[in-house]
């Protein structure tokens, strides 16, 4: 199999990268060893868009962080991604923390971030009445934002996708090689050969990196693992900011958030792990988790934890971002590294390294963009003149199949034939969360289910959770009553 430029990973990197390579005169491959896209840190982050106030200034991460998190607004009016700027506070809970904040302060406006300043007692506890009243001192940053990671991954693959790039999903990169101006790249799903080759892969990046480059730029990548609850909808947010902890050496700290859905996030740890696929939570993680978490919330209650996730992100261990041509290899790009901030980076990556990558293979613009696919507005947000009018140009809105996050059947059917549309229960959840509510899929799953395996063409037995191995059902009741008969 031949194409021009293979993209290995289709996380959010990958996607950004894929939509912006979409706009040049090439045929473009993204190859995944997941499902589908967003499988990795992409689904499983504080969905934070940084305004970039703590990364050391001159670092790739401070250029595309600040670069990245000004792109998100029109991007994600582009793309109809939800998005919200609703500002961060770092706490300083004593005055010896002060100094934290005016380094932290002084970093960001290095960075170019704006509208920074400190905010001192009376002021922060106005701004955010249920925090701890022993808290002295904040930096705002007022363009601090808020996104859904796996929708902003998926709407970048389906604009991607309508100008041509091909996804490939369940092949994983097993090994790459130049020979005769091309690269060969070794899948458990067939070979394929490429003129350019771009690593994406996550926490495997540094595998890929070290295979190709040159002697004495090797990479190391330590995969480290954030665990967190999620709360359901409250009543009325208890924060409309989110609410950061000074941090350490090892990130930004346990935070409490609102999301972009209304839910409010607690976590991340920061758990250096040997296994990169290790997304398990643990007793021990989910309880630092809480006891951190109320230093900044005094009245949480976990009573309304309607799940816990964790997510392993790939920290290298220089610190910073990896981005551009692989050293000593030949039609070779890549972005690896790529943990916090990397979701607010994605778009600036994106758009810098196809540009490196089009200069370097001599690529012109196509002379038509396709936009981006349109996104209707959700049935949950509409009021309800809205819905009167979906259900009448749609009676399939008129079926909510998700009850916690009314969700309709429509909704669902949409999601599967995007694009980069939905092949299991998860991606639907994703695309339209259904099952994102209290019952967590107990009610909406089989629905969900029936309606893959009818747009899918295959037997309910064939619909997985989340990829092969996740199959929901081993048979029916009468192949089952068959065998007893046999045996």
Not at 462 to 467: E, L, P, S
């Amino acid at each position: 199999m031949k194409t021009d430029i293979i993209v290995i990973g289709a996380g959010v990197t990958g996607c950004a990268v894929a939509r912006m390579l979409s706009r040049y005169e090439a045929d473009v491959t993204v190859l995944e060893r997941g499902c589908d896209c967003a499988e990795g840190a992409s689904k499983a982050n504080s969905g934070i868009v940084h305004a970039g106030f703590d990364a050391v200034p001159g670092t790739k991460k401070a250029l595309y962080n600040v670069r990245g998190a000004e792109m998100y607004e029109a991007l994600t009016g582009e793309l109809g991604v939800p998005y919200r700027r609703n500002g961060a506070l770092v706490v300083a809970f004593s005055e010896e923390e002060r100094p934290v904040l005016r380094e932290l302060l002084e970093q960001g406006e290095r960075n170019g971030v704006k509208e920074l300043r400190i905010v001192e007692k009376d002021e922060l506890h106005a701004l955010e009445p249920n925090l701890n009243p022993e808290a002295v001192c904040a930096l705002y940053a007022p363009t601090s934002g808020l996104v859904s990671p796996y929708e902003m991954t998926y709407a970048l693959a389906d604009h991607a996708a309508v100008n041509g790039v091909r996804f490939v999903f369940d092949t994983n990169v097993t090994g790459l090689r130049r020979e005769d101006g091309l690269w060969h790249v070794a899948t458990d799903n067939g070979e394929w050969e490429a003129r350019a080759v771009v690593n994406c892969a996550g926490c495997g990046a540094d595998t890929l990196h070290n295979a190709i480059c040159a002697a004495g730029e090797e990479i190391h990548i330590i995969p480290r693992r954030g665990q967190y609850d999620i709360l359901d909808h409250p009543d009325a947010e208890p924060f409309a900011r989110t609410m950061f902890q000074c941090p350490s050496k090892m990130g930004k700290g346990i935070l409490v958030a609102p999301t972009v859905h209304r839910n409010v996030l607690l976590g991340p740890t920061a758990e250096d792990i040997d296994d990169e696929r290790d997304n398990s939570t643990t007793a021990e993680g989910l309880s630092e988790v809480s006891r951190v978490a109320a230093r900044t919330w005094p009245a949480i209650s976990l009573r309304t934890v309607i799940t816990n996730f964790s997510g392993v992100r790939a920290h290298e261990a220089k610190g910073d971002f990896v981005i551009g041509a692989v050293p000593g290899a030949e039609m070779a790009w890549e972005a690896a590294g790529i943990e916090s901030p990397g979701l607010s980076a994605a778009p600036a990556i994106g758009e810098a390294l196809a540009e490196m990558i089009a200069e370097g293979m001599g690529l012109g613009k196509k002379a038509e963009w396709k936009p981006a696919p349109a996104r209707p507005k959700p049935f949950n947000e509409m009021n309800e003149e809205e819905r009167a009018a979906a259900v009448a140009a749609d009676p399939e809105n008129g079926h909510i199949i998700c009850r916690c996050e009314v969700v309709t059947e429509a909704e669902i059917r949409a999601a599967i034939r995007r694009p980069v549309g939905a092949k299991t229960i998860d991606g639907v959840k994703r695309r339209t969360r259904a099952g994102m509510g209290r019952c967590q899929g107990g009610f909406c799953s089989p629905r969900v289910a029936e309606i893959l395996a009818e747009e899918l063409r295959e037997p309910l037995t064939a619909v997985t959770k989340d990829g092969h191995g996740s199959e929901l059902l081993v048979g029916t009741v009468h192949s089952a009553m068959e065998e007893a008969a046999q045996a």
